[in-house]
């Protein structure tokens, strides 16, 4: 792993692979519905998805039925994380895993329709290079959506993101919430 990333709870750290379970506590249906966020996506059936800081796969399986004939991608900076998300998605064929830093996505430009972010961006030490990256394997036209909350010690406020977003390229489309909200974002249509 890259050495810039310290691991743990506080403000800045990458959330441990050992805490992976307290992700997917059923009590979490209550506050983050994957229902209402996949929803909030606005995906076509034959998309191409990208989530980036999956973690153990919470959000994925809604995701994967989200695009039957389409696929999915999860990607993170831990190993484990994605062994967990694996054994969840066990029989769901149309999703791939890859391990790396969001700074530097293994990915082709223009290869994906949309991203999603749950809770990851504020772990990223180079959230520029993050939206970039964002920018470069999107088509034009493609989304990326964020889900953030001030509960998390890494929240990232909607102006910030917003802020960060504008310089590459992306507008906002649609937001719900404030303090805890999901935003979508598209990037331009213009070469
Ligand atoms: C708080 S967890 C959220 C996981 C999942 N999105 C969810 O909501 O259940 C943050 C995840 O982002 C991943 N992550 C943090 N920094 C990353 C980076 N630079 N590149 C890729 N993944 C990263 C962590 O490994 C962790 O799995």
Known sequence: LASNHSFGLGRGKVFPAEHA?????????????????????RLAAGDRVLEVGSGPGYF???????????????FDLQAPMLSLARQRLEHAPNVEYAQGDAARLPFADRSFDAALLVYVLGEVPDRDACARELSRILRPGGS???VETWRDSDFVRFARLDKLLGRHGFTLAERRGWLGYTARFQLSAAP
Not at 60 to 74: K, M, T
């Open 21 to 41: 379970q307290s992700l997917l506590s059923p009590l979490r249906r209550l506050l983050d519905a994957p229902r209402d966020v996949v929803h909030r996506m």
């Open 144 to 146: 990326a959506t964020f």
């Open 60 to 74: 994925s399986p809604e995701l994967a039925r989200a695009v039957p004939g389409g696929s999915l991608v999860l």
